[in-house]
């Protein structure tokens, strides 16, 4: 347990941003999920109306500090490419 008075505060606010980081992560990973299951189906209008919401969900953890800019161009692209792969 923390002992200085900074530290308990720490412990708060660590406390407070695991929820918002796991909201994040869940948010990023249940989208990309469902867009892969719609990709693996061959069904492009529902994995296409899906995108806007991936990129907003990757833009909201950029904007928070919840990952890195360049790891979210890297999963944007990787969207886009497998929604043109679909015939």
């Known amino acids: 347990m923390p002992i200085t008075s900074s530290a308990h505060k720490a412990l708060r606010a660590s406390k407070s941003k ?20 719609l990709v ?3 069904d492009k209008n529902g994995a296409g109306k899906l995108v806007p919401t991936i990129y907003q969900a990757l833009d909201k ?3 928070t500090g919840y990952i890195k800019a360049n790891t979210s161009s890297r999963t944007k692209s990787r969207v886009m490419a497998a929604l043109k792969k679909i015939a």
Do not use: M, P, Y
């Open 18 to 37: 695991r929820v918002f980081n796991l909201r994040r992560k869940s948010t990023i990973e249940k989208q990309l999920k469902e867009f892969r299951k």
């Open 40 to 42: 693996a189906a061959q």
């Open 61 to 63: 953890a950029v904007k």
